[in-house]
């Protein structure tokens, strides 16, 4: 199975500042034919479900703030949050949908206002 | 818009079972494979099981395989999990969510989540 890491466990960071999260997975999620990484992050709030944020590692969804940003390749990929707003506290978690089944997530960073 | 709703959850034993549901609007159900999704208290999310838009194929995690049976009554747009043998470690929010890929003969991402339902199983 593909053991994904995500890397700080939690990080407080002050309104307006930057924040940055990163995911490494234990095998390439880069899948040759068009070149795309099979690579999800997700935003779940208290008491709410999960909500898509990014797919194929840097595609926006539907709806999402452009201060949201996906980035990597292979198996190193990072969310970045331009300018941390409140409603932005959240667990936020990556999650490979390359080598399935099974489909597997990161184990999740808490993101605080400092 | 594209609603997801589980119900069915609640407080069994240990070795009990339940039937989890999930009814869905907005979209055609048999166009798309549907995923359920779990959170354990103070724990990240964990995939549980998968179903072909078609039915053809399922797909379960490891820690649920031969006690959770995933299946679909697209006629009336829903999705079920039947939960069996269940155990402390089974107590969670279980969330229905349609995968991205339409027609799809593998799952890919999950584009939309219901608010989930509750099971815990205590004595």
């Known amino acids: 199975d593909i053991v994904m890491t995500q890397s700080p466990d939690s990080l407080a960071v002050s309104l307006g500042e930057g924040a940055t999260i990163n995911c490494k997975s234990s095998?390439?999620?880069?899948?040759?034919?068009?070149?795309?990484?099979?690579l999800a992050w997700y935003q779940q709030k208290p008491g709410q479900p999960p909500k898509l944020l990014i797919y194929?590692?840097?595609t926006r969804a539907s709806g999402v703030p452009d201060r949201f940003s996906g980035s990597g390749s292979g198996t190193d990929f990072t969310l970045t949050i331009s300018s941390l707003q409140a409603e932005d506290v959240a667990v936020y978690y990556c999650?490979?949908?390359?080598?399935?089944?099974?489909?597997?997530f990161g184990q999740g960073t808490r993101v605080e206002i400092k | 818009q594209v609603q997801l709703e589980e119900s069915g959850g609640g407080v069994v034993q240990p070795g009990g079972s339940l039937r989890l549901s999930c009814v869905v609007s907005?979209?055609?159900?048999?166009?798309?494979?549907m995923h359920w999704v779990r959170r354990a208290p103070g724990k990240g999310l964990e995939w549980v099981a998968f179903?072909?838009?078609?039915?053809?194929?399922?797909d379960y995690a490891d820690s649920v395989k031969g006690r959770f049976t995933i299946s679909r009554d697209d006629s009336n747009n829903m999705i079920f999990l039947e939960l069996h043998s269940l155990r402390p470690e089974d107590t969670a929010m279980y969330y229905c969510?349609?995968?991205?890929?339409?027609?799809?003969?593998?799952?890919?991402?999950?584009?939309?989540w219901g608010q989930g339902t509750q099971v815990i199983v205590s004595s």
């Open positions: 999650q490979q949908y390359h080598h399935t089944p099974p489909w597997t």
């Open positions: 194929w590692a840097s």
């Open positions: 907005g979209f055609t159900l048999r166009n798309y494979g």
């Open positions: 969510a349609r995968d991205f890929n339409d027609f799809g003969a593998k799952g890919y991402f999950f584009d939309s």
């Open positions: 179903i072909r838009y078609d039915g053809w194929s399922r």
């Open positions: 095998q390439s999620l880069l899948y040759s034919p068009g070149d795309k990484n099979y």
